[in-house]
């Protein structure tokens, strides 16, 4: 009883959270904006964005996502190994702002689609059983790789994905991991495009606008992205980076006492009769043993993706007032312990409102006429268009990146004009393109699982084969556990591509 299109707008609307983390791999932005010093705990997904990542740009490294609910502690002798790095920011950013940071940066959008992913594959509310634990399972794997990135990064005295690669496998390579982050950020930025349109036309209806779907693109568009990405100093937007937070803890609200109060149960709910026949609540006999059939990948690769931020793990650890490898292994595990949680809460409390009707941005499922949940969407869309530019800037200086454009050539007139050429394709791409699963669900199964899972374990063996004697059994050992995390997320993205072209067939 799943609906046709659930892949491809669940999938679009997890894209949106990978990309409030994806500026890590830009080697260089001092041209596009000024260093500016920020305090972290005031701006956590803006921040990175302003950041210089050369590395004389230091009074500007600003940290920002990530997640490890399950890191782990440090082999014997891997604090000693970490050279000057703990010494060098004793005058960072404290734990409980980082923590904060580091939870708002995780709990985006999209966990509004992860109800969709649960009814993939149950349609019974006892399905959210086994959901809730692939949720936390998936969150402690990606969080052991992202705490093994920030470990490296120690071992290698690194300050960005791309320097930890360069550092650790080497410089040839490190094309790899800045072109697997240009190609998902591109993605995700369509994705955003779109989530904003309907989410705008929703906000529209709500007071009595009715408009196209591409007129709604392309006024979207053209009066607020536009200028938003025209931007060249993006502090400007920290401020509205706290909304993003607030408006998420108070949609999971809203969500709660819709489904407490069952206003959208049938057969007497009283918003049931405002929404359409197929984004009613639809329940039936599939439940936890639902997650035996080939279906539940569909939730697990939407995870990968959402928890995707792993890019971002380097500023997180250097910018950490007195940043130990074991302070920052409580940084990363207290905060994905929040998010685990937070979407654990939220799923639940969509799937159980809407069974298999759950809609990939559950938003959708609710009324016009709610003005609860429309306050909702309000919340949502604010969060979402001031983290556009964020991530449609990490898109524009990857491009120049793997274009090879010098640092002195990035002057604002090629960089207006490269935004207006870009921001003109993706709206093109989504004003046209309907069902977007094969280009979404490919990218998230492939780059997303490479990026959580196997280039920290390639990073990591190949930082213990250089330390030859000097590395402990400790780390050899565990060398053996990272690749085999490695090999589950291979194993997990070929799941996910094999899907992503059977929907496109």
């Known amino acids: 009883m799943v609906k046709g299109n659930y892949k491809s707008r669940a999938l679009l609307a ?8 994806v500026e890590a791999f830009a080697p260089s ?48 002798g891997e604090e000693s190994s970490r050279g000057e790095a703990a010494s060098s920011t004793s005058d960072g950013a404290p734990m409980t702002g980082m923590i904060f940071n580091l939870v708002k940066s995780i709990v985006g959008a999209g966990v509004l689609s992860l109800p969709a992913g649960i009814s993939a594959f149950g349609n019974a ?28 990064c120690a071992l290698t005295n690194s300050n960005s994905y791309t320097e930890a690669w360069a550092n650790s496998v080497g410089k040839e390579t490190s094309i790899i991991p800045a ?9 995700a930025i369509t994705a955003y495009s779109m989530i904003l349109t309907d ?32 931007l060249k100093d993006l502090s400007s937007l920290a401020p509205f980076s706290l909304l993003g937070i607030v408006g998420m803890g108070f949609t999971a609200v809203a969500m709660g006492m819709r489904y407490f109060a069952g206003a959208y149960a049938a057969p007497a709910g009283v918003f049931l009769p405002d929404i359409a026949a197929k984004l009613q609540p639809a329940f039936g006999t599939i439940g936890a043993a639902g997650v035996f059939t080939p279906n539940a990948f569909i939730l697990i690769c939407m995870l990968s993706t959402a928890y995707m931020s792993h890019f971002n793990a380097p500023k997180f650890y250097n910018e950490l007032e007195n940043n130990t490898v074991k302070r920052f292994n409580i940084l990363v595990g207290s905060s994905f ?6 979407f654990v809460v939220m799923a639940a409390f969509g799937f159980l409102t809407f069974g298999a009707a759950s ?75 309907t069902d977007v699963s094969f280009i979404l669900s490919f990218a998230g199964a492939t780059l997303g699982n490479a990026l959580i899972y196997v280039y920290p374990a390639l990073m990591f063996r190949a930082v213990v084969k250089k330390m030859g004697g000097k590395a402990t059994k400790a780390q050899k050992n ?11 997320g291979i194993g997990m993205g070929a799941v996910g591509a094999k899907m992503a072209l059977k929907a496109l067939g």
Request: charged share 10%.
């Open 359 to 433: 809609d990939g941005l559950i938003l959708n499922n609710y009324s016009n006429k709610d003005v609860l949940m429309g306050l909702s969407r309000v919340a949502v869309f604010i969060s979402l268009v001031f983290s556009y530019p964020l991530a449609f800037a990490g898109c524009r200086d990857g491009a120049m990146d793997l274009m090879k454009v010098p640092s002195e050539k990035r002057t604002n007139g090629l960089l207006n004009k490269l935004t207006v050429g870009i921001l003109a394709g993706v709206t093109g791409i989504a004003a046209t393109v």
């Open 179 to 187: 072109a697997s982050c240009t190609f998902k950020t591109t993605c």
């Open 199 to 230: 989410t705008f036309r929703a906000i529209l209806s709500t007071v009595g606008v009715n408009m196209s779907r591409t007129n709604t693109l392309i006024s979207l568009t053209s009066c607020i992205l536009l200028p938003l990405c025209w």
């Open 478 to 488: 565990e060398v053996t556990f990272a690749m085999a995390n490695a090999g589950l």
């Open 337 to 342: 312990a929040i998010s685990i949680a937070t």
């Open 14 to 21: 997890l894209l949106a959270l990978s990309c409030s983390s």
């Open 125 to 152: 509310p006892s399905a959210m059983i086994p959901a809730a634990i692939l949720i936390t399972v998936i969150g402690g794997l990606s969080g052991y790789g992202f705490s093994l990135i920030g470990r490296i």
């Open 29 to 76: 932005r001092t041209t596009m904006v000024p260093t500016v010093s920020v305090p972290s705990a005031m701006t956590s997904s803006s921040a990175g964005f302003m950041n210089a990542r050369s590395s004389t740009a230091t009074s500007s490294k600003l940290q920002m996502t990530t997640s490890s609910a399950a890191a782990v502690q440090p082999p014997d």
